[in-house]
Structure formats: structure tokens, C-alpha cells
């Protein structure tokens, strides 16, 4: 079994920047795929930015330009670096993996408990 654990939310003012951290720890082979995703009041949950273990990336069009997902497989941790914050990117952030999934039809089959980030003067 894998845990997913978050970090790095917090209040930040506009234009500011925060940087969220996913470990994950257990029992695992490869962790194929591990993405961001969003949720706030009222709104429906948003991809933020994903990245694959061959290191390709992408990223919603909202955060493209402001916000870099990457990974550091030697500590099987993933890192969500957000610059030029915007109230509307506040929101409780989740960490998701796909491990030791098959390629075809995969799940994100576990999730971090999330982290809440609030955009505010």
C-alpha cells in the first residue's frame, strides 16, 4: 500500500508564490503518473498539472506560464511550484498517483489528503 502525504499550502497574497510538496511512501514499484488536482467551493475539480515517470508534463490552460509540476524519484516526492498566484487559484490542492498500473486504462489509484491554498489580501 502507498500514503500519499501533502505540503506547502498556506494564505498567500496576490502575486505571490508557494510551493506544494507530495511524498509518497509504502510498498510500490513505479509510480507511472502523479498529477494536482483542484477543488474549490462551488467549482468542479480541475487537473492543475500532471506529469508522467518519462517526465512529460502538462498543465491546465488557467496555470500554464505560472504554475511547474516536477518529481524527484529519489525521494518518490512531486512538487507543484505556483508563482504569480491568483485569487482564483485558491482551492484545497490533492495529490493523485497512478501506481503499478497498467498503461492501458490506468487509475489514479491513490490520493493525498489534500492541502488548502488561499489567494487573499
Known amino acids: 500500500q502507498v500514503h500519499l502525504v501533502e505540503s506547502g499550502g498556506g494564505l498567500v497574497q496576490p502575486g505571490g508564490s508557494l510551493r506544494l510538496s507530495c511524498a509518497a511512501s509504502g510498498s510500490f514499484v513505479n509510480i507511472n503518473r502523479m498529477a494536482w488536482f483542484r477543488r474549490a467551493p462551488g467549482k468542479r475539480q480541475l487537473l492543475v498539472a500532471d506529469?508522467?515517470?518519462?517526465?512529460?508534463?502538462s498543465y491546465a490552460d488557467s496555470v500554464k506560464g505560472r504554475f511547474t509540476i516536477s518529481r524527484d524519484d529519489a525521494k518518490n516526492t512531486m512538487y507543484l511550484q505556483m508563482y504569480s498566484l491568483k485569487p482564483e487559484d485558491t482551492a484545497v490542492y490533492y495529490c493523485?498517483?497512478?501506481?503499478?498500473?497498467?498503461?492501458?486504462?490506468?487509475?489514479?489509484?491513490?490520493w493525498g489528503q489534500g492541502t488548502q491554498v488561499t489567494v487573499s489580501s
Open positions: 493523485a498517483a497512478e501506481i503499478d498500473q497498467p498503461y492501458i486504462d490506468s487509475v489514479f489509484n491513490y
Open positions: 506529469i508522467t515517470d518519462g517526465g512529460r508534463t
